[in-house]
């Protein structure tokens, strides 16, 4: 195996870990608004995800890093064909990170409730777009013999790309559910295991249609075995969750992102952007990489601090691990906990 194929792989693995972790971070954003009864809820929702949400961002960050230093052309063609849908992902992040911040900063309601408003958009609208953006890249775009993206924004918005969209915000969602099933106690818990069934049962109807899409326009045997992996692991989170054993339930929910993810890389693969113009014109893992050098200097850097920083990402969620609920939350009011507002 050449070393570009080693960090294609690689480049595979850090999205993929990139969606598990910030899957259920935005699903727990986006049941901010759907799932909480009042302040108190909402603040443990927050807090369950508090410790740990900017650090599960590393992975996208290092993804891109990897991206644009092992797969140059790549990046190039990939940042500028989608400049408006990443421009919009990168201010959502943005103001996500800031409203965590800053909504505890003042008492007033009013404050409160703005930066909660901007954490559920700000988690609703990247979760829709990361799978419009992917499934885009696997469908392939226009792109010209000088490896430029020629094509518009409305091509990027095509039947397949938007159910892409779709399949990642309801997944995430249930993901996010899992998670709050896992991490919660009280009514909440028992709140969040339903609203898994709901948003599970609709994610296996788009993503089943998704998938199978995929496979018969770009798959192969490897994509195939792992669209099995994914709607095998998605039953199982179904089942798992339905008998309250919300440990395995988030385990399976995270293996079919990682198997949804990985089948569209493997779907994708040698290519990592189809030219829909001309085939020869597809940028692929041979042409769009690095020097053979850079490509070994970074696998050196990384064996060096991959490790560190999983270590350390696995420390914080040990810390972390406890069960929350609006008992824990100062100053909770029973009352308020009614207050849908």
């Known amino acids: 195996m050449e070393l570009h194929d080693v ?4 480049i595979a693995v850090l999205w993929i870990g990139y969606f598990f972790l910030e899957g259920f971070d935005f699903g727990i954003g986006i049941l901010t608004k759907t799932l909480a009864r009042g302040t108190s809820e909402r603040r443990v929702l927050i807090n369950t995800i508090g410790p740990v949400w900017d650090g599960n961002e590393v992975w996208l960050l290092t993804a891109g890093g990897a991206t644009f230093a092992a797969f140059p052309d790549w990046y190039a063609t990939l940042f500028s064909g989608f400049y408006i849908p ?4 990168l201010v959502c992040l943005i103001v996500r990170g800031v409203a965590f911040e800053y909504r505890a900063k003042r008492p007033e309601p ?6 909660e408003e901007a954490i559920f958009w700000t988690s609703l609208i990247p979760s829709f777009l990361w799978g419009v953006a992917f499934a885009n890249i696997v469908r392939g775009v226009d792109i010209d013999a000088q490896k430029n993206f020629v094509g518009t924004l409305w091509d990027l918005l095509n039947p397949y790309a938007l159910l892409g969209g779709l399949v990642t915000l309801v997944l995430f969602t249930f993901h996010g559910a899992v ?3 896992l991490k919660t106690v009280g009514d909440i818990r028992e709140r969040a295991r339903a609203t898994a069934l709901r948003t599970g049962l609709v994610t296996a109807v788009l993503a089943a249609v998704f998938l199978i899409w995929t496979q018969a326009d770009h798959g192969n045997g490897w994509s195939l075995a792992a669209l099995v992996t994914a709607v095998l692991a998605l039953v199982g989170a179904l089942a798992a969750n339905q008998r309250a054993r919300e440990g395995w339930a988030f385990a399976l929910s995270g293996a079919t992102i990682v198997a949804a993810v990985a089948m569209l890389f493997l779907a994708l693969f040698p290519d990592v952007m189809p030219s829909t113009l001309n085939p020869d014109w597809s940028l692929t893992v041979g042409n769009a990489a690095s020097s053979p050098y850079t ?5 050196i850097v990384a064996a060096v601090f991959t490790p560190i920083v999983l270590l350390y990402q696995g420390w914080t969620y040990w ?8 008992q824990h939350i100062p100053g909770h009011d029973p009352a308020a906990a009614l207050d849908k507002a």
Not at 7 to 10: A, D, E, K, R, S
Request: glycine letters at 4%; aromatic letters at 20%.
């Open 319 to 326: 810390v972390f691990r406890k069960r929350i609920g609006v």
């Open 7 to 10: 960090w294609f792989v690689l």
């Open 179 to 181: 998670f709050a099933a």
């Open 295 to 299: 490509l070994k200097l970074m696998t």
């Open 86 to 89: 990443l421009l919009v992902i």
């Open 110 to 115: 009013r404050w409160q409730r703005n930066w």
